[in-house]
């Protein structure tokens, strides 16, 4: 199992994506040879999430990394809000304490946030960072760019031609990690076998459509696709993570 060496965004035609920091301790995790910042354009770094909230914010993002030391559901509507006027794909929160209610509003809201309690290692947030920008990328790049034709005009997607990335973890390795204790707070590994879960059943359903609606097979050829190359951006997520962690996956047999 070894994750890729290439920027994890090339597929959508990306290498540097946006991000804003909120936050002193957030830009210090994530400063340093090798860090996410040093791969990344920096559009912008506030000391704290009143400052931020309160500036003009017209330039669209990919990631913003906000530092929250209390966490409520005002807070979570709030930060919706914001994240919505800031034009930012997906947000990542990081706190000290907070609300059950207002961890149970952001589980809701999971499509664009994600919550990490602190604290977190710079390898914790980095494996976050990059799982969220995969997604930022998949959502932005699949809401942006149309369905394009082959030359031929044969109606299929040019996608057609593009290999589908091979499974890097079985079904059991997923449900093993699923079940493992780790020191990570926020759970990423958790989360991220359960996403694994979902975006491989996507997989098999979208392929088996194609192959059961001919008269839809050019979309769902598309889908097929898509969700291969997030499910390859997610393991690779996932595999960094498992390495820096020393999680047991084990042999996918055992």
Not at 99 to 106: G, K, M, S, V
Not at 122 to 139: P, Q, T, V
Request: hydrophobic share 40%; aromatic share 4%; proline share 5%.
């Amino acid at each position: 199992m070894t994750h890729h060496e290439h920027s994890p965004f090339s597929a959508f035609g990306k290498e540097r994506c946006r991000i804003t920091l909120v936050g002193a301790h957030i830009a210090d995790l994530l400063a340093g040879p090798g860090g996410l910042i040093e791969q990344t354009e920096l559009v912008g770094h506030y000391p704290d999430y009143d400052t931020w909230a309160d500036g003009t914010r017209d330039e669209k993002v990919d990631l913003i990394l906000i530092e929250c030391p209390t966490l409520f559901e005002e807070t979570i509507h709030s930060l919706n809000a914001s994240v919505a006027v800031a034009h930012g794909a997906r947000v990542i929160i990081v706190y000290n304490f907070a609300q059950t209610r207002a961890l149970e509003l952001a589980g809701k809201l999971a499509k664009t946030m994600t919550t990490m309690r602190a604290p977190v290692t710079a390898e914790e947030l980095k494996s976050a960072c990059e799982a969220d920008l995969a997604l930022a990328m998949i959502r932005t790049h699949s809401s942006e760019q149309p369905i394009k034709q082959d030359s031929n005009d044969t109606g299929m997607p040019v996608e057609q031609s593009e290999q589908i990335p091979p499974r890097q973890f079985t079904d059991i390795q997923l449900s093993r990690i699923s079940k493992i204790s780790t020191a990570v707070q926020c759970e990423c590994p958790h989360h991220l076998a359960s996403i694994l879960a979902e975006l491989n059943a996507f997989e098999r359903y979208s392929r088996e459509c194609e192959n059961k609606h001919p008269g839809d097979a050019t979309m769902h050829a598309f889908l097929h696709r898509r969700t291969a190359q997030a499910r390859a951006m997610m393991e690779d997520a996932l595999s960094i993570l498992a390495e820096s962690e020393g999680l047991p996956i084990g042999d996918a047999s055992e």
